[in-house]
């Protein structure tokens, strides 16, 4: 396959020398079995190329089997893993059959490997050195083949001087090294990118079609992008559901890039309605920030079932799916929106099946005209809202911002919020029961 046909098999866009340098490593190393080290910040693609070195591989016919090595509990991967022999550890009353067992002529790709504690690290050494391993609780060798694909966002020679990685793993795993830059170190990608998604997405929401004016498209190159292109989807996913008109101006985008204003940072829409007094002229505004909180909400809820979804899956449980009911909006919002069947493909989707019906206005989204940051939150005590989240929404939003904002990694996640990884565990169980 050449370097365009990878690029349009696995939506892989970009033009610039970079994207070109990663494509062509990518396919080099695919038709051998060599391990690969995928390097680069959180949302540059790591898991993408992993994706396309496994399906241009001999191994495609065989499994993939992903696993985020931050996202599984400290105690839990040895055997998520390697798998657990019955009655291994409290609790184990079921054989379990790890990862590299699953994976025998396939695959394994091992998210965040950074994250892997010592102990598995020994592990993990000796099957990728001879293809042996044991189940926990179990000193009988197996054999299994398999291929072993690794991505990192930290820089593993670091980890190593700080005692945190083993040498010898490190060796092992960086023979072949593809480092994927960060999205402002290849700006001449960022366009094609932000175009195609805009392009994807308004045919997805069935919306018109938009064109970037010079001002944004200055923006956006000067953008730091700091979630890369996990951030650019956000973003163009905002600018097509939010924006109206044709022409997109670096103030329409402005808002949605964080850290460029207050505005854009996740659940400030949803602060703001509990702030703002909702007096008549600014019933349209209410609206708007309304919405804008359901999509932001939406947005971090699918990153946040898309992470349980691959937990899950590894736990044996069926994984998360997307669906929102009228139910989970407190009584007083409930008659904006009516929902329909949930995106059966696409856990994604959903703004399709959002039904606005607001008397007397078919059109919720139009504020008068006037720009949702023009209007300064009034002060006083708000007469529709509850001036205070209940303690239990206060909670699912702070767990649901500190899952995001470390990407899934739940020992992080967990230690951030000052609670042990397993009430987290249980939490975002309950959490996943109540969405
Ligand atoms: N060059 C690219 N072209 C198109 N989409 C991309 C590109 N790089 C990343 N993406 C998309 O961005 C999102 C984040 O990519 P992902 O591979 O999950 O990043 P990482 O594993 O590095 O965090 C995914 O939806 C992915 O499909
Ligand atoms: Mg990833």
């Given at each position: 396959m050449d370097r365009q046909a990878v690029q349009e098999r696995f939506g892989i866009i970009g033009t610039s020398a970079a994207i070109y340098h990663v494509i062509d490593r990518a396919r080099q190393v695919a038709r051998t079995d060599i391990t690969v080290l995928v390097e680069g910040e959180s949302g540059v693609g790591k898991e993408l190329i992993a994706h396309a070195i496994h399906e241009m591989?001999?191994?495609?016919?065989g499994p993939l089997k992903i696993i985020n090595t931050g996202a599984i509990p400290e105690g839990l991967i040895e055997s998520e893993l390697f798998g657990a022999e019955k009655g291994a550890y409290t609790g184990a009353s079921e054989k379990r059959i790890g990862l590299f067992e699953d994976a025998d002529g396939g695959t394994v790709f091992l998210d965040e490997?950074?994250?892997?504690p010592l102990a598995a690290q020994v592990k993990l050494l000796r099957v990728l050195e001879s293809g042996a391993f044991s189940r926990v609780g179990s000193s009988t060798l197996r054999k299994t083949d398999v291929r072993v694909l690794a991505a990192t966002n930290k820089d593993l020679g670091r980890e190593v001087e700080a005692g945190r990685f083993r040498e010898d793993l490190y060796y092992r795993l960086s023979t072949v090294i593809i480092k994927i830059p960060p999205l402002r170190e290849r700006a001449d990608d960022i366009l094609p990118i932000f175009e195609t998604f805009l392009h994807q997405l308004a045919q997805k929401y069935g919306t018109a079609r938009r064109r970037l004016d010079e001002s944004a498209v200055q923006l956006l190159r000067q953008y730091r992008w700091p979630g890369n292109v996990r951030e650019l989807r956000n973003v163009a996913e905002q600018v097509v559901v939010l924006h109206r008109g044709e022409t997109v101006t670096a103030e329409a985008v402005r808002p949605f890039l964080r850290g460029v204003t207050a505005a854009s940072t996740p659940g400030t829409a949803l602060m703001a309605i509990s702030r703002a007094a909702p007096s008549e002229p600014d019933a349209f505004r209410e609206r708007e920030l309304i919405y804008r909180a359901l999509l932001e909400l939406r947005l971090e809820m699918r990153d946040l079932k898309e992470e349980m979804a691959k937990l899950t899956a590894g736990l044996g449980t069926a994984p998360a799916r997307e669906v929102f009911e009228p139910?989970?909006?407190p009584p007083e919002r409930r008659d904006f929106v009516i929902l329909g069947e949930p995106d059966k493909e696409d856990y994604g989707g959903f703004i399709e099946d959002v039904t606005y019906e607001i008397e007397g206005d078919e059109d919720p989204l139009s504020s008068n005209g006037r720009r949702l940051e023009d209007a300064a939150p009034e002060t006083g005590p708000p007469r529709d809202e509850p001036p205070v989240p209940t303690l239990e929404d206060a909670e699912r939003t702070l767990i649901t911002k500190a899952l995001k904002y470390y990407e899934g990694n739940r020992r992080q996640t967990a230690k951030a919020l000052g609670i042990s990884e397993r009430t987290l565990y249980r939490k975002l169980k309950e959490l996943d029961e109540d969405l």
């Open positions: 591989s001999p191994r495609r016919h490997i950074g994250e892997m139910g989970d909006l």
